[in-house]
T-cell receptor
C-alpha cells in the first residue's frame, strides 16, 4: 500500500519568515495530493491541493510543488503569521479516493 | 458549501456498550464517505471506506464486526462501535466526497471524541 513520509515533525519560524514542509510517497498510482491544516481539537481543513498533471500551484501565501518522478511534494508558506500555527498534514490519494496521510508537522510561528 | 456534520461531538460510555456516530453531508450528496481514527498528537488513520448502498471496505487490521458502518443514503453514514473497550477511546472523524469529484475532494466532519470508561 501507499506510504507517506512527512518532514519535519516540528517546525518553528519567526513571523514573516517562510516555512517549508516536505512529503514523499511510495505508490506511483497516487495522483492527488492535498494539504490539510488542523488546529487543536478541530477538523482538518483543506488548504491547497495539487493533481499529478500539475507541477506547481499557488494560492496567495501558500504554494505546493510536486515532483512526480521523485515522488515528493512540498508545501510552502510565505510571510508566516501567528495564526498559521497548527498541525499540517499532507496526503496522497489514489483514484479510489483513499487517502494516506503523513504523520503531520507542528508549525509554530513566533511573533 | 461542502459542510459535513457529526453527531455526537463527544460521548462517554461504559465498557461493553455500543455507540453510534452519525456523519452527514449537509449541502451536498456524497457517494463515498470515509471514517478515520486519530489518537492524540498523531495522524489520521483510515478505518474504512463507505459507499452508499454497498458494504464498507475496511482497512487491514480494522475489525469489521466491531466497527459497523452503514451508508444508507447519499447524505448519511453511521459508525457503530460495538462492545466498546477503553482502548477504543479516540477521536473519530468522517469525511465525505461530493458526487462527481471522483472522491478526490474530501470534506471533514468536526469529529467525535469517544471516551470508554
Amino acid at each position: 500500500g501507499e506510504n507517506v513520509e512527512q518532514h519535519p515533525s516540528t517546525l518553528s519560524v519567526q513571523e514573516g519568515d517562510s516555512a517549508v514542509i516536505k512529503c514523499t510517497y511510495s505508490d506511483s498510482a497516487s495522483n492527488y495530493f492535498p494539504w490539510y491544516k488542523q488546529e487543536l481539537g478541530k477538523r482538518p481543513q483543506l488548504i491547497i491541493d495539487i493533481r499529478s498533471n500539475v507541477g506547481e500551484k499557488k494560492d496567495q501565501r501558500i504554494a505546493v510543488t510536486l515532483n512526480k518522478t521523485a515522488k515528493h511534494f512540498s508545501l510552502h508558506i510565505t510571510e508566516t503569521q501567528p495564526e498559521d500555527s497548527a498541525v499540517y498534514f499532507c496526503a496522497a490519494n489514489t483514484n479510489a479516493g483513499k487517502s494516506t496521510f503523513g504523520d503531520g508537522t507542528t508549525l509554530t510561528v513566533k511573533p | 458549501g461542502a459542510v459535513v456534520s457529526q453527531h455526537p461531538s463527544w460521548v462517554i460510555c461504559k465498557s461493553g456498550t455500543s455507540v453510534k456516530i452519525e456523519c452527514r453531508s449537509l449541502d451536498f450528496q456524497a457517494t463515498t464517505m470515509f471514517w478515520y481514527r486519530q489518537f492524540p498528537k498523531q495522524s489520521l488513520m483510515l478505518m474504512a471506506t463507505s459507499n452508499e448502498g454497498s458494504k464498507a471496505t475496511y482497512e487491514q487490521g480494522v475489525e469489521k464486526d466491531k466497527f459497523l458502518i452503514n451508508h444508507a443514503s447519499l447524505t448519511l453514514s453511521t459508525l457503530t462501535v460495538t462492545s466498546a473497550h477503553p482502548e477504543d477511546s479516540s477521536f473519530y472523524i468522517c469525511s465525505a466526497a461530493p458526487v462527481g469529484t471522483g472522491a478526490y475532494e474530501q470534506y471533514f466532519g468536526p469529529g467525535t471524541r469517544l471516551t470508554v470508561t
